[in-house]
């Protein structure tokens, strides 16, 4: 157990409706990390939070957002969902920010599918 | 840009034996950190191992051990007495500006 908790574990969706992932991290780590994980492929980072700020992006689109509370646990928003959003969601938590010599821990995911 | 490849998308080993997967990266910096998480069929990301770019000695944990080779940018994961449960997918990562992962090395252990 990482002590990285996501909720929910799956969820089934149609398409064009919205959902929330959330995602709480370790205690003690400042950091949040979203990654998207389709079936076989690898991870793709989509977007950073550090003690509430926005710190990096990747490759996310404009119909996703996120956000980090002053809890620090963080949502990550999906909306006008297609078939290709399918995909397992995880977060990640870290200490400090990426580039300072950091290790992610990763929750469980949150499996995603849209019909 | 940083990179960070696998070239071995698959492999397959007899229980027991020992194997080694690839990883090679790329980056100007000096200080920075390595990591190989294991991802079996349960998806779950599971930390393996981590190095220290300053850091000389290779590290170890347990059955699993790396061979970083700062000049030549290499960073390869060897398993030693393999088994069953440590089939899975293989991500090699390398920590910069932000965390870039290999596209992975799926690994079966045949029994």
């Known amino acids: 157990d990482s002590g990285v908790t996501q909720t929910p574990k799956h969820l089934i969706t149609a398409t064009g409706q919205r959902v929330t992932l959330r995602c709480s991290p370790r205690?003690?780590?400042?950091?949040v990390y979203w990654y998207q994980q389709s079936l076989d492929q690898g991870l793709q980072f989509l977007i950073q939070?550090?003690?509430?700020?926005?710190?990096a992006k990747g490759n996310i689109l404009e119909r996703f957002s996120a956000q980090q509370f002053p809890d620090l646990h963080s949502e990550l928003n999906l909306s006008s969902l297609e078939l290709g959003d399918s995909a397992l969601y995880f977060c990640a938590s870290s200490m400090r920010l990426a580039g300072e010599r950091n290790t992610q821990y990763f929750g469980p995911g949150t499996r995603l599918t849209v019909l | 840009a940083q990179t960070v490849t696998q070239s071995q998308p698959e492999m397959s080993v007899q229980e027991a034996e020992t194997v080694t997967l690839s990883c090679t990266y790329d980056?100007?910096?000096?200080?920075?950190?390595l990591f190989w998480y294991k991802q079996p069929p349960s998806r779950q990301m599971i930390l393996v191992i981590r190095q220290e770019a300053y850091k000389q000695q290779n590290a170890t944990e347990n059955r699993f051990s790396v061979n970083f080779q700062k000049a030549a940018k290499s960073f390869s994961l060897k398993i030693s007495d393999s088994q069953l449960g440590d089939t899975a997918m293989y991500f090699c990562a390398f920590d910069d500006d932000k965390i870039i992962f290999g596209k992975g090395t799926r690994l079966h252990i045949l029994p």
């Open positions: 205690s003690g780590d400042l950091s």
């Open positions: 939070y550090y003690n509430g700020e926005e710190r």
């Open positions: 980056t100007s910096e000096n200080n920075y950190y």
